[in-house]
T-cell receptor, first 110, second 114 residues
Framework: GQQVMQIPQYQHVQEGEDFTTYCNSS?????IQWYKQRPGGHPVFLIQLVKSGEVKKQKRLTFQFGEAKKNSSLHITATQTTDVGTYFCAGPLNDYKLSFGAGTTVTVRA | DAGVIQSPRHEVTEMGQEVTLRCKPISGHNSLFWYRQTMMRGLELLIY????????DSGMPEDRFSAKMPNASFSTLKIQPSEPRDSAVYFC????????????FGQGTRLTVV
């Protein structure tokens, strides 16, 4: 069945550097959502992308939805220690079921 | 609104005991989800309720798991009997409208079965 795949699983970043996490689906997605989970915390919604080729920015975070609506990316510039956590993408399998990617766990070296 | 409220935050129980996890969704949300998170399997949807009615329970691992939503402001997830492999973090989430709007997660219940 349709699943959302996410890479890389781990990202070790030097403070101040940029990084990108990628999300791929075998089928076209109606929308894609991104969540962040801090260590010991719960997933918190960041953003939803709906349109083909859509790009949205939240401060240092840039989210992109592919033209074919099968992939998405999250790019973080000038990484800070506050960016530590696991970033999940999630795409709908149907009207109510979200398929969560495995997540990219980010650690930051000061 | 205080957000999605789950209790207890932590639960340690012995194998074979009954465990009940509780959730209060955000007022006005008509969709409620129970997820389980483990290192091996990530976030898994266990069951989905819409307007208090269970719509899809295909993610419930086995008959030892059951969930109820007697009204719009309360849901429970019960495990009876519990087993060590049930150890995980269980999240409840609610949303206004299925997968087209953001899901608000509770802080989770960390369950340890010894």
């Amino acid at each position: 069945g349709q699943q959302v795949m996410q890479i890389p699983q781990y990202q070790h970043v030097q403070e101040g550097e940029d990084f990108t996490t990628y999300c791929n689906s075998s089928t076209t997605l109606s929308n894609i959502q991104w969540y962040k989970q801090r260590p010991g915390g719960h997933p918190v919604f960041l953003i939803q992308l709906v349109k083909s080729g859509e790009v949205k920015k939240q401060k240092r975070l840039t989210f992109q939805f592919g033209e074919a609506k099968k992939n998405s990316s999250l790019h973080i510039t000038a990484t800070q220690t506050t960016d530590v956590g696991t970033y999940f993408c999630a795409g709908p399998l149907n009207d109510y079921k979200l398929s969560f990617g495995a997540g990219t766990t980010v650690t930051v070296r000061a | 609104d205080a957000g999605v409220i789950q209790s207890p935050r932590h639960e340690v129980t012995e194998m074979g005991q009954e465990v009940t996890l509780r959730c209060k969704p955000i007022s006005g949300h008509n969709s409620l989800f129970w997820y389980r998170q483990t290192m091996m399997r990530g976030l898994e949807l266990l069951i989905y309720f819409n307007n208090n009615v269970p719509i899809d329970d295909s993610g419930m691992p086995e008959d030892r798991f059951s969930a109820k939503m007697p009204n719009a402001s309360f849901s429970t997830l019960k495990i009876q009997p519990s087993e060590p492999r049930d150890s995980a973090v269980y999240f409840c989430a609610s949303s206004l409208d299925r997968v087209w709007t953001e899901a608000f997660f509770g802080q989770g219940t960390r369950l340890t079965v010894v």
